[in-house]
């Protein structure tokens, strides 16, 4: 079946720290892969996606590479902000059933 | 422009009442989702809808019950609320595609139901 996995949080860093967000999946078939964002009252928005192995996915100096040997699609991102304060949800797409799969969120908080 | 809208915003309630949540989009996508978000944030898929057809339906009880009057709108009706229906619901939608990078889901902003 399908199933994604990402680490627990909250994962709390500084003002300009290095940030990786672990996600693994588990799939059948060739499935999109997505880095979803939540910010604190409001609804999921898309942060970015990578559609075929060893797509990078990149948006607001996020990345993401879709890793099929690992089954892996780590968010990183190079120098967090406060703003950056909010849930990432991991997810994966099964283009067969258009079933997404969703990752249990990893709450990220940045201190000044 | 708000792309995937949701009525209302918060809902508080008295359990064993009957309410509905509306949810519209403008994106012109042929399929439309229901998903419900715990206390700790999981997502749960209940209902999708694909051209006003009922494609998935997860094990939902049957007190929810979705309903889609044309591509651009999916309601929720909620009978006889319990207190665990508590939670925030998102509607989504997308335009499902063969191999096309459309899939991608545009989530609405949430109601967020409070049953006392």
């Known amino acids: 079946g399908n199933s994604v996995t990402q680490m627990e949080g909250p994962v709390t860093l500084s003002e300009e720290a290095f940030l990786t967000i672990n996600c693994t999946y588990t799939a059948t078939g060739y499935p999109s892969l997505f880095w979803y964002v939540q910010y604190p009252g409001e609804g999921l928005q898309l942060l970015l996606k990578a559609t075929k192995a060893d797509d990078k996915g990149s948006n607001k100096g996020f990345e993401a590479t879709y890793r099929k040997e690992t089954t892996s699609f780590h968010l990183e991102k190079g120098s967090v902000q406060v703003s950056d304060s909010a849930v990432y949800f991991c997810a994966l797409s099964d283009r067969s059933f258009n079933k997404f799969y969703f990752g249990s969120g990893t709450k990220l908080n940045v201190k000044p | 422009d708000t792309a995937v809208s949701q009525t209302p915003k918060y809902l508080v309630t008295q359990m064993g009442n009957d309410k509905s949540i509306k949810c519209e989009q403008n994106l012109g996508h042929d399929t439309m989702y229901w998903y419900k978000q715990d206390s700790k944030k999981f997502l749960k898929i209940m209902f999708s809808y694909n051209n006003k057809e009922l494609i998935i339906n997860e094990t939902v009880p049957n007190r929810f019950s979705p309903k889609s009057p044309d591509k651009a709108h999916l309601n929720l009706h909620i009978n006889s609320l319990e207190l665990g229906d508590s939670a925030v619901y998102f509607c989504?939608?997308?335009?499902?595609?063969?191999?096309?990078?459309?899939?991608?889901?545009?989530f609405g902003p949430g109601t967020r139901l409070l049953v006392l």
């Open positions: 989504a939608s997308s335009q499902v595609g063969t191999g096309s990078i459309k899939e991608t889901q545009y």
